[in-house]
């Protein structure tokens, strides 16, 4: 009796945890076709973006560390110069391979490609390769090298063969470092740019002090601008951000053409002021660094504003209500109670304007002068004018590490989980 008891119930027990191990199996099967399906649903977006955002963007970024023209266009040479040690001019295989690449690329006509790439890096390099491609006789009466150095006699110094190794490829540095004012010698050591070409660095600072000053303006303005908002009654409050995102109906490129109307040294702004008597000369308002700080702040405000209400709607009145009653003065109840609930909306607010204002180019383009342009407007010159995609992308590059160093340092010091855009 009691064996037969307990065999029934081993064999109930067995029969129940294979149940049990079928059930888990089946619920794990049923877990991954809702997880193949819910990755079925976002694969066109992933598709997408990467179609149209990730792989655009790192190709035009790898332009800045990727050199190939030079290896493609001059092969012979490049190759002679590999082993080269630099010390000394080059051997008379690598003038006879330089002669043999000159004379093909001018056939094939993509010399003038290899001169500009070497003429970025020693001014006056496409002078001398198209001059030693006019001049090659068709025949050699002595040695390579002293063909070339009777041609031009900078081919006796190593400047412009070391110049054609430096630009040899595949990967380079030649065009990061240009964008922080450095470049590499003939001995391949790092060294300051001349003084008449030191530039990004100046523009790099402009550019983080314009964007620190408009965030620090748009905080001031947005800050009790946000705190009224929230303080009005439902429907007073919906009017009123109604009006804060008003701007948005319009485009960015005509509010800022509406600041050169008013600042001009005839616009508006002037012509109310000589008339109430208040200057006897119009002032200089456009086309300098106080334009720039204006309209960047009147397009960026609106960035500021929503954060700050987003957070100050969710904190209770009877806070500083409370402080009050306890004995603390009301700016000493605002500043201590109030204002640290509202720190997540001022971080996001300033985050959202600093990095927007890194990049703006439009805005400073239009209002601003010669001394007022940010990185961004450098990026397009390179890329549309002087069609140079190298320093195009060594300059995008600099400016995404600002970026993101930015970004580091707020999550140290503040923490992107406290970030509240609503």
């Known amino acids: 009796m009691l064996g ?8 109930a027990t067995a029969g129940a945890g294979k149940d049990a191990a079928d059930l888990r199996r089946a619920l794990r099967k049923s877990r991954r076709r809702e997880q193949l399906r819910a990755a079925a649903l976002v694969l066109p977006l992933f598709v997408f973006l990467a179609a149209c955002f990730v792989v655009p963007i790192g190709a035009m970024l790898s332009r800045g560390v990727i050199d190939t023209d030079i290896a493609r266009i001059l092969p012979g040479v490049t190759a002679a110069l590999k082993s080269w040690d630099g010390r000394d001019l080059p051997p008379e295989p690598a003038y006879a391979a330089l002669i043999a690449d000159v004379r093909a690329a001018r056939e094939a006509g993509t010399l003038a490609s290899a ?18 491609g006019r001049q090659l006789p068709p025949e050699l009466a002595g040695s390579a090298r002293d063909t070339l150095i009777g041609i031009d006699p900078r081919w006796g110094e190593r400047d412009a063969w070391a110049a054609i190794r430096r630009a040899g490829g595949p990967v380079t540095d030649f065009y990061l470092l240009g964008a922080l004012d450095l470049r590499r010698d003939a001995d391949s050591s790092i060294s300051g740019a001349p003084p008449e070409q030191r530039v990004f660095r100046d523009v ?17 303005l947005g800050y009790p601008v946000a705190y009224v908002i929230a303080a009005q009654p439902p429907g007073r409050a919906s009017l009123l951000l109604f009006l804060v995102l008003l701007p948005f109906w319009t485009s960015l490129l005509v509010r800022t053409a509406a600041w050169v109307v008013l600042l001009q040294r005839e616009g508006v702004l002037n012509s109310l002021l000589l008339s109430l008597g208040l200057v006897d000369e119009p002032l200089k308002m456009i086309f300098n660094r106080f334009a720039v700080y204006v309209a960047m702040v009147h397009v960026l405000l609106p960035f500021m504003v929503l954060p700050l209400y987003s957070v100050m709607r969710g904190i209770p009145r009877s806070y500083v209500r409370a402080a009050s009653s306890l004995g603390a003065r009301p ?6 109670v109030y204002v640290p609930q509202t720190l997540p909306g001022i971080g996001a607010g300033c985050l959202m304007v600093f990095i927007q204002a890194l990049g703006y180019y439009i805005t400073p383009a239009l209002v601003g002068g010669a001394d007022d ?8 010159f390179y890329a549309s004018r002087t069609v140079n995609w190298g320093m195009a992308a060594a300059l995008s590059i600099m400016l995404l590490a600002a970026t993101l160093a930015l970004y580091a340092v707020y999550n140290r010091m503040v923490g992107v989980e406290r970030m509240r855009l609503g």
């Open 4 to 11: 037969g008891a307990a065999a029934s119930l081993h064999a």
């Open 115 to 132: 001169a500009t790439r070497l003429n970025y890096d020693v001014p006056g390099f496409r002078t001398l390769l198209f001059t030693a």
């Open 204 to 220: 790099l600072g402009r550019t983080l002090w314009i964007s620190a000053v408009v965030t620090l303006v748009c905080l001031a």
């Open 331 to 336: 700016f000493t109840a605002f500043r201590r």
């Open 373 to 380: 342009q940010m990185i961004s407007y450098f990026i397009a």
